[in-house]
């Protein structure tokens, strides 16, 4: 609701001042400040002398709009019966010039400013302005008692308007100053700070770069003192073992007793230096990934096969829940084994009586499987359960006083669960034991890999393309080829089928004739007349009744439903008889070194070649110019780096890549020798066959880039 408070007519000069002095009247007693004041009186002023100047005079009212939620306004209307304003709300907006400045100088002084005018029909300018803070309410009866004290108030004498603005300006400049005097004194309290954050950065980044060299170091000792941590703990737990086997005599008891405490401390540091190694490698972004398929039963077998004998407390019972129909996955089983290794090893501790239960589910829809170890053991407090996967975090109890862990399985495990790109999650209460779960994706994708990294084409290996839209057939044609050095490349679609068979040259392809229905056929008919593919064995899987059909368009055999593991082995390795596999060469003089290499090798495309000394490896070298040659270094008449030396200097062996298997511990100049004289330098000492098998792998697929 709006009261008018006064209204005054403008006609001539005389009235401007008049205007401005009843401006600064209604504000003064409207409860403004004195710089408000004279804010409000210079607006209504500039507004009043357009009006004057453009349309001969007008008419100035002050009111008052109060009630409802809204804070109460002072609006000032000016008004006029002039030529008014073409495009009001182009001067508004700034896109038009208007013709008096006083518009624009006016709408800085005041909250708002509205200006509504028409060509021809004159023009009215509102200017608002909110009461102080101070005032959130003004009634009725007080706006009256206003309006009559400002009807009984004279109009000032002119001069003592002048003295007035005088002082006002006076006032303003004293203002102006001391916000002057304010901003040099925050400018010189800013340069101040400024100075203080370079010197706080400095000190910072100079913090970072110590950090990052201690990483750095860190890294490089991990690097190069793994062996020299890992050998002699190797070695005394090889002869603690073979002293309490009574190899060179028997002990006495008391013999045998302190023999078996330096084997159990030996065992406890070498699981503490093996797991501050691979947590060091976690953190430094040297630990790859080898994802491969895993199938659970035989994981959930050898846990069982390791925990079986460590179980020594008669009142825990550890039970592995039946896995027999969840479907194989593809992912690194070795770090895998490690997690459960270590969750189930806790479990085990903690846990004085009843059962540690281990168990695996599937999630079809998700794409995800859950493995999961509870236990009934002591539990953990909620308010611990995310300290417990900080390095070196432990909590203080009874049963952890006993049994003193390194405090490093479960912080390193959530880096490998991580890294696997899954999740952990706890669920445990004192007294009422602890489940940990570890959920992962069912097919690895590790950064920058397509969903079907599973198949890309392994060098290592040879193709058998796969032509069946059923993906739990795929994997049973896997499981019938692991171990044989064929590797299969699934394929769903008729056109993947002709571009996977164009681009790898498998030794054969299998093609299932109903898939897709009918047009299988055509594919038979295709790859036979091809000159890029004529060569290679096709295999139908078709019914009886279609076999003679399947001959006679190409098929070189036909296979049934549900298809013989030794039938198709007998098909593609008659497929693979009539070619010439490449020959990789073992240059070592340990005969187990030697049989262990070839167990490696045995799920790959080569045929091996062994020779026992340095002098027989580079003379086979020589002759049968094999594809890869695998060395030793340490060996006796001829060392490994000799033959490195000699196969280098002659033309015909220098281009055959050669990878270094080794057991010697390497000082940091002779392993960045030998790394640019090599593919790779591998470790005899890898822990696990998985491990030991992804690295020759990765190795032997570096050699066959670097042919190519």
């Avoid at 990052?212 to 890294?219: A, G, I, T, V």
């Avoid at 300290?387 to 390194?406: C, L």
């Avoid at 096709?538 to 593991?565: F, I, M, S, W, Y």
């Amino acid at each position: 609701m709006r009261h008018s408070l006064l209204t005054t007519d403008i006609r001539y000069e005389n009235d401007l001042v008049l205007v401005r002095q009843h401006a600064r009247s209604v504000s003064g007693l409207l409860g403004f400040d004195e710089m408000e004041q004279a804010r409000i009186a210079a607006a209504v002023s500039e507004i009043t002398r357009n009006a004057l100047k453009f349309a001969g005079g007008g008419r100035v009212e002050f009111l008052v709009e109060a009630g409802g939620e809204r804070h109460p306004l002072l609006i000032v209307s000016v008004s006029d019966d002039g030529p008014g304003i073409a495009d009001p709300q182009g001067i508004l907006n700034g896109t038009v010039k208007p013709a008096g400045m006083g518009i624009v100088s006016a709408r800085r002084l005041v909250d708002d400013l509205q200006l509504k005018s028409e060509g021809g029909k004159g023009t009215r300018v509102l200017l608002s302005k909110r009461f102080p803070k101070s005032r959130a309410s003004v009634t009725a009866r007080e706006l009256n008692r206003i309006s009559r004290e400002l009807a009984r108030t004279g109009p000032l004498d002119p001069y003592e308007e002048i003295r007035r603005q005088n002082q006002e300006l006076v006032r303003t400049m004293e203002e102006l100053r001391q916000r002057r005097d304010e901003l040099v004194r925050l400018n010189s309290e800013l340069e101040d700070t400024n100075r203080g954050v370079v010197a706080l950065y400095a000190e910072l980044d100079e913090k970072a770069m110590h950090l990052r060299r201690s990483d750095e170091l860190k890294s490089r000792f991990l690097s190069n003192m793994s062996h020299e941590l890992r050998t002699p703990l190797n070695s005394i737990l090889a002869l603690s073992r073979l002293l309490m086997d009574r190899t060179d005599g028997n002990l006495t008891e008391e013999q045998a007793k302190q023999v078996a405490f330096i084997k159990k401390n030996a065992q406890d540091l070498s699981e503490l230096v093996n797991d501050l190694l691979d947590l060091g490698k976690v953190e430094a972004g040297r630990t790859t990934v080898n994802p491969n398929e895993m199938d659970i039963e035989n994981l959930f077998g050898g846990l069982r096969g390791m925990f079986r004998p460590l179980s020594i407390n008669p009142l825990v019972n550890l039970v592995f829940e039946d896995t027999s129909g969840i479907p194989a996955i593809f992912t690194d089983e070795g770090k895998v084994s490690q997690v459960l290794r270590n969750f189930i090893s806790n479990a085990l501790k903690f846990t004085e009586q009843g059962e540690v239960r281990v168990s695996a589910a599937y999630d079809k829809e998700a794409g995800e499987i859950t493995f999961a170890v509870c236990d009934t053991g002591i539990g953990i407090r909620p308010e611990d359960q995310e300290r417990i996967f900080e390095e070196f975090g432990q909590i203080d109890s009874p049963i952890q006083r006993k049994v003193q862990g390194t405090g490093l399985g479960l912080p390193l495990s959530k880096k490998l669960v991580h890294l696997l790109g899954g999740r952990i999650t706890v669920k445990s209460a004192p007294g009422a034991g602890s489940t940990f779960s570890v959920t992962l994706p069912a097919v690895y994708i590790g950064a920058g890999s397509a969903p079907d990294a599973r198949y890309q084409l392994d060098v290592t290996r040879r193709a058998v393309v796969v032509l069946d839209d059923d993906a739990e057939n795929a994997l049973l044609y896997e499981k019938y080829l692991k171990g044989t050095g064929f590797q299969v490349l699934p394929t769903r679609t008729l056109a993947e089928a002709r571009r996977r068979i164009e681009e790898t040259r498998p030794v054969a392809a299998i093609i299932d004739v109903r898939v897709p229905a009918g047009e299988a056929w055509e594919l038979l008919v295709d790859l036979k007349r091809s000159d890029a593919t004529r060569g290679i064995r096709l295999c139908a899987v078709a019914p009886p009744e279609d076999a003679q059909r399947a001959v006679a368009l190409g098929a070189d055999d036909v296979l049934a439903k549900p298809v013989d593991r030794k039938r198709l082995l007998e098909v593609i390795r008659a497929a693979a008889s009539g070619r010439l596999e490449p020959e990789v060469l073992i240059v070592d003089d340990d005969e187990v070194s030697r049989y262990v290499l070839r167990d490696l090798l045995a799920d790959t495309r080569y045929r091996i070649l062994e020779a026992a000394s340095g002098e027989e490896g580079l003379r086979m070298a020589t002759e049968r110019l094999p594809r890869i040659i695998l060395l030793d270094l340490a060996m006796p008449g001829m060392s490994g780096t000799e033959v490195l030396d000699a196969l280098s200097a002659a033309d015909a062996t220098r281009a055959i890549p050669v990878i270094i298997v080794t057991s010697k511990a390497l000082e940091a100049d002779e392993l960045e020798a030998l790394s640019r004289r090599s593919v790779a330098i591998l470790s005899k000492d890898t822990p696990s066959r998985p491990e030991a098998i992804a690295r020759l792998r990765e190795a032997l697929k570096n050699a066959e880039r670097g042919i190519k």
